[in-house]
């Protein structure tokens, strides 16, 4: 059976895609300015050089990863306006960043359950609650430590559905 192309049709999902990550980048890019000029790590309860590995290292060179941030966020503005106009090279490197953001999206909720296990077992040790309060907030770290991951792996799924769609040789044909 032949296979038919539509030449010149515009799928709504590439558009409605670009768009929302057009959105998206600009956000995460504001949020990332505001944050390297606040500094809000420096208001942290624990000194940052006794933070162990990784997690102390991100803490210490915070302005570091806001920076790569921003230039994560403008790239994936510069290939959702590729995208909008159906440019084959956009279409690549937005995949080749859908890929990345999920690796930063497993990593970042490695480093959110290490922050909140560095910092709320600190709080704790220093406060002095009843067993009743200590065991309410205890179940309620662990339905946010649960929550926090469930939508990172839906996240990360929806990723990888884009860019499935993304390769699809419908899709592919647009940029032809």
């Not at 806001?66 to 510069?78: D, K, M, N, R």
């Not at 909140?116 to 002095?128: G, I, P, W």
Request: with cysteine; proline share 3%.
């Amino acid at each position: 059976m032949p296979q038919t192309y539509n030449v010149g049709s515009r799928s709504r999902f590439v558009n409605f895609v670009a768009w929302m990550f057009i959105l998206l980048a600009a956000f995460a890019c504001e949020w990332a300015v505001i944050q390297n000029a606040t500094k809000p790590w420096a208001s942290l309860a624990v000194d940052p050089s006794t933070l162990p590995g990784l997690t102390g290292w991100l803490v210490r060179h915070a302005a570091w990863v806001f920076s790569a941030a921003i230039a994560l966020s403008l790239a994936t503005v510069v290939c959702a306006i590729g995208l909008l106009r159906r440019i084959e090279w956009a279409r690549r490197v937005f995949i080749g960043l859908l890929i990345v953001a999920i690796g930063v999206d497993l990593a970042g909720l490695w480093l959110q359950q290490e922050f909140v296990r560095l910092l709320v077992d600190s709080a704790l040790r220093q406060a002095t609650l009843t067993q009743p309060a200590a065991e309410l907030f205890g179940g309620a770290v662990t339905m946010a430590r649960v929550l926090a991951g469930f939508l990172t792996l839906v996240a990360s799924a929806a990723l990888v559905g884009i860019i499935r769609r993304l390769m699809s040789p419908s899709v592919r044909q647009e940029f032809a």
